[in-house]
């Protein structure tokens, strides 16, 4: 069962940088593209970054691109989000979603973890 | 990049109720659309993928349709435990893009 745990999230101010995990069970995640979503308080979902399963290939939303920087240790199952430059339109719960076969394009985002929140407030 | 609209916005039904929701890309990404549905306060889970390919586990009254820039996702018998906000991803190119939502309530 693919089980998926994200932490780091908590208040930052404006300007502060911030860095999420996620750690991952139940599957061979090097094999796995990850992904990063997020939703703004009572808001929609929000793409924001994804990585291939060897880290060769990387995307960004234009929003968070040259401020946010996806990352993966794969020894260790872990997927990261670096966050500068914060912005208090970053805040939301921020998600990592799993993309079975390697291939997020093929089987997008399926399955999330619970969710980490992020404050950006002075 | 992709845009995605959603109609409509919000809409009320019944238990019993067909449903469908449209979504409409900017350009044209064959059939690479997926289908979420969130309920307050819970994670999404994906419905549907590559327009029409139902997610297991997921109940056959859910399907979708559609490619190239217009699909829909229908209900076939609306449930109780079916309202909820029904999100759209293109997934055919980088960045991906989330349709708005749209909210079924009672």
């Known amino acids: 069962e693919v089980q998926l745990l994200e932490s780091g999230g908590g208040l930052v101010q404006p300007g502060g940088s911030l860095r999420l995990s996620c750690a991952a069970s139940?599957?061979?995640?090097?094999?796995?593209?990850m992904t990063w979503v997020r939703q703004a308080p009572g808001k929609g979902l929000d793409w924001v970054s994804a990585?291939?399963?060897?880290?060769?290939?990387?995307y960004y939303a234009d929003s968070v691109k040259g401020r946010f920087t996806i990352s993966r240790d794969n020894s260790k199952n872990t997927l990261f989000l670096q966050m500068n430059s914060l912005r208090a339109e970053d805040t939301a719960i921020y998600y990592c979603?799993?993309?079975?076969?390697?291939?997020?394009?093929?089987?997008?985002?399926?399955?999330w973890g619970q969710g980490t929140l992020v404050t950006v407030s002075s | 990049d992709i845009q995605m609209t959603q109609s409509p916005s919000a809409m009320s039904a019944s238990v019993g109720d067909r449903v469908t929701i449209t979504c409409r890309a900017s350009?044209?990404?064959?059939?690479?659309l997926a289908w979420f549905q969130q309920k307050p306060g819970k994670v999404p889970k994906r419905l549907i993928y590559?327009?029409?390919s139902l997610q297991s586990g997921v109940p056959s009254r859910f399907s979708g349709s559609g490619s190239g820039t217009e699909f829909t996702l229908t209900i076939s018998s609306l449930q109780p435990e079916d309202f909820a906000t029904y999100y759209c991803?293109?997934?055919?190119?980088?960045?991906?893009?989330f349709g708005p939502g749209t909210t079924v309530d009672i």
């Open positions: 990585m291939s399963g060897s880290g060769g290939s990387i």
């Open positions: 991803l293109q997934h055919n190119s980088y960045p991906f893009t």
């Open positions: 350009q044209g990404i064959s059939n690479y």
């Open positions: 979603a799993s993309c079975s076969g390697g291939n997020c394009r093929a089987h997008p985002l399926d399955d």
């Open positions: 590559a327009a029409s």
């Open positions: 139940g599957f061979t995640f090097s094999s796995y593209s």
